[in-house]
Nanobody
Protein backbone atom coordinates (compact mmCIF):
# COMPACT_ATOMS: atom_id res chain seq x y z
CA UNK A 1 0.00 0.00 0.00
CA UNK A 2 1.35 3.40 -1.02
CA UNK A 3 0.48 6.40 1.11
CA UNK A 4 0.36 9.85 -0.46
CA UNK A 5 0.30 13.11 1.46
CA UNK A 6 0.15 16.57 -0.11
CA UNK A 7 0.93 19.87 1.56
CA UNK A 8 1.61 23.48 0.68
CA UNK A 9 -1.71 24.79 -0.51
CA UNK A 10 -3.10 28.13 0.54
CA UNK A 11 -4.43 31.50 -0.54
CA UNK A 12 -2.35 33.76 -2.74
CA UNK A 13 -2.94 36.84 -4.85
CA UNK A 14 -2.81 36.68 -8.62
CA UNK A 15 0.77 36.79 -9.80
CA UNK A 16 2.02 35.12 -6.64
CA UNK A 17 3.68 31.75 -6.07
CA UNK A 18 3.12 28.58 -4.09
CA UNK A 19 5.01 25.32 -3.78
CA UNK A 20 3.16 22.09 -3.25
CA UNK A 21 4.82 19.00 -1.84
CA UNK A 22 3.81 15.37 -2.13
CA UNK A 23 5.38 12.78 0.16
CA UNK A 24 5.03 9.12 -0.78
CA UNK A 25 5.74 5.90 1.08
CA UNK A 26 7.48 2.98 -0.57
CA UNK A 27 10.95 1.62 -1.18
CA UNK A 28 10.99 2.03 -4.95
CA UNK A 29 9.91 5.65 -5.24
CA UNK A 30 12.55 6.26 -7.89
CA UNK A 31 10.59 4.07 -10.30
CA UNK A 32 7.21 5.71 -9.68
CA UNK A 33 5.38 7.81 -12.22
CA UNK A 34 4.18 10.89 -10.33
CA UNK A 35 1.59 13.44 -11.37
CA UNK A 36 -0.47 16.38 -10.24
CA UNK A 37 -4.12 16.76 -11.14
CA UNK A 38 -6.52 19.49 -10.10
CA UNK A 39 -10.24 19.93 -9.72
CA UNK A 40 -11.87 23.35 -9.82
CA UNK A 41 -15.34 23.95 -8.36
CA UNK A 42 -18.02 22.51 -10.59
CA UNK A 43 -15.50 20.95 -12.97
CA UNK A 44 -14.01 17.54 -13.55
CA UNK A 45 -10.56 16.69 -12.34
CA UNK A 46 -7.91 17.48 -14.95
CA UNK A 47 -4.29 16.58 -15.60
CA UNK A 48 -1.71 19.24 -14.78
CA UNK A 49 1.76 17.68 -15.02
CA UNK A 50 3.64 14.42 -14.63
CA UNK A 51 7.24 13.38 -14.02
CA UNK A 52 8.60 9.96 -14.86
CA UNK A 53 11.36 7.89 -13.29
CA UNK A 54 13.80 9.37 -15.84
CA UNK A 55 12.76 12.93 -14.92
CA UNK A 56 10.96 13.52 -18.21
CA UNK A 57 7.91 15.72 -17.84
CA UNK A 58 4.68 16.65 -19.58
CA UNK A 59 2.62 19.73 -18.77
CA UNK A 60 -0.85 20.75 -19.72
CA UNK A 61 -0.72 23.80 -21.98
CA UNK A 62 -2.32 26.20 -19.52
CA UNK A 63 0.53 25.90 -16.99
CA UNK A 64 3.55 25.67 -19.29
CA UNK A 65 6.16 28.26 -18.40
CA UNK A 66 4.55 28.92 -15.02
CA UNK A 67 4.59 25.57 -13.17
CA UNK A 68 7.57 23.31 -12.59
CA UNK A 69 7.49 19.76 -11.30
CA UNK A 70 10.51 18.17 -9.68
CA UNK A 71 11.30 15.09 -7.65
CA UNK A 72 13.71 14.32 -4.82
CA UNK A 73 14.08 10.55 -4.81
CA UNK A 74 16.05 10.22 -1.54
CA UNK A 75 13.21 12.12 0.18
CA UNK A 76 10.38 10.27 -1.63
CA UNK A 77 8.93 13.64 -2.50
CA UNK A 78 7.60 15.45 -5.54
CA UNK A 79 7.23 19.21 -5.71
CA UNK A 80 5.10 21.51 -7.80
CA UNK A 81 6.40 25.06 -7.99
CA UNK A 82 3.63 27.34 -9.18
CA UNK A 83 4.52 30.86 -10.30
CA UNK A 84 2.51 33.66 -11.89
CA UNK A 85 -0.64 32.17 -10.47
CA UNK A 86 -3.98 33.13 -11.99
CA UNK A 87 -7.49 33.00 -10.53
CA UNK A 88 -8.26 30.15 -12.95
CA UNK A 89 -5.61 28.05 -11.18
CA UNK A 90 -7.90 27.92 -8.16
CA UNK A 91 -8.62 24.26 -7.46
CA UNK A 92 -7.96 21.32 -5.21
CA UNK A 93 -4.64 19.85 -6.28
CA UNK A 94 -4.13 16.09 -6.05
CA UNK A 95 -0.91 14.14 -6.15
CA UNK A 96 -1.13 10.80 -7.94
CA UNK A 97 1.16 7.77 -8.05
CA UNK A 98 1.66 4.91 -10.48
CA UNK A 99 4.21 2.48 -9.03
CA UNK A 100 4.70 0.63 -12.29
CA UNK A 101 7.16 2.18 -14.76
CA UNK A 102 5.30 0.73 -17.74
CA UNK A 103 2.92 3.12 -19.53
CA UNK A 104 2.47 5.12 -22.69
CA UNK A 105 2.67 8.90 -22.87
CA UNK A 106 -1.09 9.13 -23.27
CA UNK A 107 -1.63 6.88 -20.29
CA UNK A 108 0.66 9.02 -18.17
CA UNK A 109 -1.81 11.90 -18.48
CA UNK A 110 -4.93 9.87 -17.66
CA UNK A 111 -6.52 9.56 -14.25
CA UNK A 112 -7.16 5.86 -14.63
CA UNK A 113 -3.43 5.22 -14.88
CA UNK A 114 -2.82 6.19 -11.28
CA UNK A 115 -3.62 3.81 -8.47
CA UNK A 116 -2.83 5.97 -5.45
CA UNK A 117 -4.00 9.46 -4.64
CA UNK A 118 -3.55 11.99 -1.91
CA UNK A 119 -6.38 13.73 -0.14
CA UNK A 120 -5.83 16.96 -2.04
CA UNK A 121 -4.71 20.43 -1.06
CA UNK A 122 -6.65 23.63 -1.77
CA UNK A 123 -5.08 26.39 -3.82
CA UNK A 124 -6.98 29.64 -4.01
CA UNK A 125 -5.82 32.53 -6.17
CA UNK A 126 -7.54 35.83 -5.58
CA UNK A 127 -7.79 38.53 -8.23
Amino acid sequence: QVQVVESGGGVVQAGGSLRLSCSVSGNTFGRYLMAWFRQAPGKEREFVVRIAWDYTTDYTDSVKGRFTISRDNPKNTVYLQMNSLKPEDTAVYFCAVRPSPSYTKAESMAEATYGYWGQGTQVTVSS
